[in-house]
């Protein structure tokens, strides 16, 4: 679907705001409560596309003067963290869907904030994203999904690893389903006081991004984190504060650590050659976690990061971004 932010400089900028901060343009249209201000003078017919796309998202909302409901990005691609800040509302947001996912508001930098993931998968097109307030009103916001560019590789299982491909797969398989089970859990309250941060001192080395097919035979494996190559016994730091929930070495991903943030943010640390922390431990940010190792199913050392929110693996370096 066609991005209106970029259908030819007809409509470069269009924004959908709350009451309360009505401004005398020759182009406003009002749609009580609430309107699409029209920045650059455009087609009559290319104004009506946003109101039809944006203009019935308000349901028996009765927002304060200055209230507003804003994204991070209304033009996501697949993989990315998508924001919600409420500000000024006279209500408590609640809660914030898209889809089946549901997630929880909570503070964060004097806002009110949820964040929601895209699957590298997530259907692409226009779609709503339903935040709810205490009393129940409720406000639609749109996002456009774009679709993500996938690199697509042979997968390279080296004699070096002592698997067969099926068998890494399975193993994949299992511990997969390990690790789903606790990112699964919603903490009900944030650890986190302030922006998320890279896990080691020097994050420039990357050397396998967030969205790659693996494939062999009829199999693919997706790599959905962040691969930063580091000298062997690099100290790992937690990229924000919260609680450990994991510390194990495992056959797939070698020594991991999985950090709770709260409200369904966790973050991973794989293939480490040593542990630092144990289960159950509160870490402040940056605290080492462990140290760059080569275990489980990996060729040279590195660490590998990723990223789940509400379950769903997302891109762990437009992650950061979206907090700063
Ligand atoms: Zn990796």
């Not at 109101?51 to 909302?61: E, K, N, Q, R, S």
């Not at 806002?111 to 997530?122: E, H, I, Q």
């Not at 730091?237 to 991903?253: C, D, E, L, Q, W």
Request: net charge positive; hydrophobic share 45%.
């Amino acid at each position: 679907m066609k991005n209106p932010a970029h259908t030819g400089g007809v409509l470069h900028v269009w924004r959908f705001e709350g009451a309360g901060t009505r401004e005398n343009e020759p182009w406003l249209l009002s749609i009580s409560p609430f309107y699409v201000r029209i920045v650059e003078r455009g087609m009559k017919k290319a104004i009506f596309i946003p109101i039809l796309l944006f203009g019935f998202g308000v349901a028996a909302a009765s927002p304060a003067a200055g209230f507003s409901v804003r994204l991070s990005n209304t033009y996501p691609t697949q993989g990315d963290t998508v924001m919600i800040s409420v500000t000024g509302s006279a209500s408590a947001p609640l809660t914030a869907t898209l889809g089946d996912q549901t997630a929880n508001f909570f503070s964060f930098g004097g806002n009110s904030v949820a964040v929601l993931g895209l699957k590298v998968t997530a259907q692409t097109g226009w779609q709503s994203i339903t935040v709810r307030f205490a009393g129940g009103p409720a406000i639609i916001k749109r996002i456009d999904v774009f679709k993500k560019q996938i690199v697509t590789e042979k997968l390279e299982v080296p004699p070096s690893l002592g698997v067969t491909a099926p068998q890494l797969i399975q193993g994949l398989k299992d511990e997969n389903a390990v690790i789903g089970n606790i990112v699964a859990a919603v903490t009900p309250q944030s650890y986190v006081t302030r922006n998320f941060g890279l896990p080691l001192a020097d994050n420039r080395y990357i050397t396998d991004r967030y969205g790659i097919l693996r494939k062999t035979g009829d199999q693919g494996i997706w790599h959905l984190g962040t691969d930063f190559a580091a000298a062997p016994s690099t100290a790992v730091g937690a990229m924000n504060a919260g609680v450990v929930r994991f510390a194990t070495s495992t056959f797939s991903y070698g020594n991991m650590v999985i950090v709770d943030h709260g409200e369904g943010i966790y973050s991973m640390y794989l293939h480490m050659n040593k542990i630092l922390v144990t289960v159950g431990q509160a870490v402040r940010q940056g605290q080492t976690l462990g140290l760059v190792g080569d275990t489980g199913f990996s060729t040279g050392d590195h660490l590998h990061l990723s990223i789940k929110i509400n379950g769903i693996s997302v891109d762990p370096l437009q992650f950061v971004q979206i907090f700063r």
